[in-house]
């Protein structure tokens, strides 16, 4: 099955500094990469997602670059604030008619990041 | 309105013990899922239901049993709980069977004794 590297797995950044997060996948079929937010004893939420057919994606300060030649997605943040610290995880999904991992996320390990005022 | 609600948000147990987790979506959405979050945060799912069928079942001990009495309704059953059972059960829902946004429950805080 798929599998996704994500890193680094702890990223601490001054109020303003842009943060970078790196996942790799395996799974050159995989065409939907999903981002999602997990603040302190919250849920994860979606906060930015990317199909195969771009290459970059942006919402305000968030961007989500994708290589497909690399088999690698990036989630950029612009002028962090403190409200941006949480685990931010990454996630590759492979084409809904591949039996039986439809709708299926493979997701990283997670990436903490704490944005310092 | 709560879109994706679990209860119990907080399980404390004996080892040994049955328990059961439950999860609603008034989402209208037709998949629903049960993810592990263990205490290095690592989301692993474990079982996938489209409109009652399941469709993903992880490699997961037997002792865990998903049951989808509709396609809004999904509970979760571990037998003989341990002490490696303990995490964050997460239940998640989704519009299709494709990739689509997956919104997740509030989480149950599972600790076993």
């Known amino acids: 099955g798929e599998n996704v590297e994500q890193h680094p797995s702890t990223l601490s950044v001054q109020e303003g500094d842009s943060a970078v997060i790196k996942c790799t996948y395996s799974?050159?079929?995989?065409?939907?990469f999903p981002w999602y937010k997990q603040e302190l004893g919250k849920r994860p939420q979606l906060i930015i997602d990317i199909r195969s057919n771009v290459g970059e994606k942006k919402d305000q300060r968030i961007a989500v670059t994708l290589n497909k030649t690399a088999k690698h997605f990036s989630l950029h943040i612009t002028e962090t604030q403190p409200e941006d610290s949480a685990v931010y995880f990454c996630a590759a999904s492979p084409p809904a008619d591949r039996g039986s991992t439809l709708g299926r996320l493979y997701f990283g390990r997670g990436t903490q990041l704490t944005v310092w005022p | 309105d709560t879109a994706v609600s679990q209860t119990p948000k907080y399980l404390v147990t004996q080892m040994g013990n049955d328990k059961s987790i439950k999860c609603e979506q008034n989402?209208?959405?037709?998949?629903m899922y049960w993810y592990k979050q263990d205490s290095k945060k690592f989301l692993k799912i474990m079982f996938s239901?489209?409109?009652?069928?399941?469709?993903i079942n992880e490699t997961v001990p037997n002792r865990f049993s998903p049951k989808s009495p509709d396609k809004a309704h999904l509970n979760l059953h571990i037998n003989s709980l341990e002490l490696g059972d303990s995490a964050v059960y997460f239940c998640?829902?989704?519009?299709?069977?494709?990739?689509?946004?997956?919104?997740f429950g509030p989480g149950t805080r599972l600790l076993v004794l």
């Open positions: 989402l209208g959405h037709d998949t």
């Open positions: 799974d050159s079929a995989s065409n939907y």
């Open positions: 998640a829902s989704s519009l299709g069977r494709g990739q689509e946004t997956q919104y």
């Open positions: 239901y489209n409109n009652k069928e399941l469709i």
